[in-house]
């Protein structure tokens, strides 16, 4: 029988064989978004405007928080809006892979007595090396 995850403990983001060391605190994986409804409404209508689905949808963007060391400017310079496959690592043991790039490295404000954290985002592509479509993929844990 199926069942939900439990705790999000321990969730991580991998980049692809990019080196970028991050202590992930929170992770947000892609949500899946089908697009806005396409009007059908025609002056044969009587009483509602009518709709229909879009017959593509995208992944929404993913992103991380968790402590950093400063050093990882390096690596984020080497990786930033380089495409790569991006694998969600959840706690089941599951992993969700996805072709996309870091779009953006935000670090927090430092503050004492507080840990230094960053946020970091990634852009989902779809897209192989070829430039062809290139769907996710879902891989159950054990």
Avoid at 101 to 120: D, E, I, V, Y
């Amino acid at each position: 029988m199926p069942t939900h995850l439990q705790d999000g403990f321990s969730t991580t983001i991998s980049i692809g064989g990019s080196g970028v060391t991050f202590w992930e605190v929170s992770v947000t994986p892609p949500g899946i978004d089908g697009g806005e409804p396409i009007d059908q409404t025609t002056m044969h209508n009587d009483t509602y405007m009518t709709f229909s689905p879009q017959s593509l949808f995208t992944l929404t963007a993913a992103s991380a928080e968790g402590a950093y060391d400063p050093a990882i400017y390096t690596a984020i310079l080497a990786v930033i809006n380089v495409e790569s496959e991006i694998t969600v690592n959840f706690p089941d043991g599951s992993t969700y892979a996805f072709r996309g790039f870091m779009k953006s490295f935000a670090p927090g404000a430092l503050a004492k007595g507080a840990q230094p954290r960053a946020t970091f985002t990634i852009a989902i592509t779809n897209r192989d090396e070829d430039g062809d479509e290139s769907p996710p993929v879902f891989t159950p844990g054990v």
